[in-house]
């Protein structure tokens, strides 16, 4: 089963107006991370929670991290048309019967942007 | 710091060719991470390489193969292509054992015909 998957599918919405996307995974996590990928491109970073973290910011970006919930949500404020784009959720967890991490990406949520 | 640079960024090949993919990490990371992405599977992890050994392995067939060199490059393998190999082809890097963050190339597009 899919550790993290993301909520919704596709976003759409108006320049200025706040983008939320949920993510929710099954187990434990030592950390979970946002990206986001322009059509084409490589994922670009945005954000690291860590499990011990609740909530952290970045420019107009705010992470939440509810660990009971197994969930997390990523909102952009006063989004940009030059926000468009795919955004992921990875959780980063450990391999049981060894001390490597196990990386697993989620479908992606796809926002659409308009001006 | 110089990102992740993966070589070629697009290609083009025919079923039953095979074809190599390579991808420099940042400097001083050592673990290197493979994935294929496709609109309908989304991004599926390949395998992963650290110090020169694979770690870890994603369910993919045989076909695909990579290795990691003593300066932590890496390239990627697959061979008998099939039409639905066409996807694009990520690299990360990290610094493993830190859990910190992954950093991704902007990956190779290969397209078999």
């Known amino acids: 089963s899919q550790q993290g998957e993301e909520d919704p599918q596709a976003l759409s919405i108006q320049e200025g107006e706040n983008a939320t996307m949920n993510c929710s995974y099954k187990?434990?996590?030592?950390?979970l991370q946002w990206y986001r990928q322009n059509s084409g491109r490589g994922l670009v970073h945005l954000i690291l929670?860590?499990?011990?973290?609740r909530e952290k910011h970045s420019g107009r970006l705010r992470v939440t991290l509810d660990t009971s919930k197994k969930s997390s949500s990523l909102l952009i404020t006063a989004s940009r048309a030059a926000d468009t784009a795919s955004y992921f959720c990875?959780?980063?967890?450990?391999?049981?019967?060894?001390?490597?991490?196990?990386?697993?990406f989620g479908p992606g949520t796809s926002l659409s942007v308009i001006p | 710091k110089a990102g992740v640079t993966q070589t070629p960024r697009y290609l083009i090949k025919t079923r039953g060719q095979q074809v190599t993919l390579s991808c420099s990490p940042i400097?001083?990371?050592?673990?290197v991470s493979w994935y294929q992405q496709t609109p309908g599977q989304g991004l599926q992890f390949l395998f992963e390489?650290?110090?020169?050994?694979?770690?870890n392995k994603g369910n993919f067939p045989g076909r695909f193969s990579g290795r990691q060199f003593s300066n932590s490059r890496s390239e990627m393998n697959v061979s008998t292509l099939e039409l639905g190999d066409s996807a694009l082809y990520l690299c990360?890097?990290?610094?493993?054992?830190?859990?910190?963050?992954?950093?991704f190339g902007e990956g190779s597009w290969l397209t078999v015909v």
């Open positions: 990360a890097s990290s610094v493993p054992g830190q859990r910190n963050t992954i950093y």
């Open positions: 187990t434990s996590i030592n950390n």
């Open positions: 929670i860590r499990s011990n973290e």
């Open positions: 990875a959780t980063v967890s450990l391999y049981q019967k060894t001390s490597y991490d196990k990386v697993i």
């Open positions: 400097s001083g990371h050592r673990s």
């Open positions: 390489y650290f110090s020169e050994t694979q770690r």
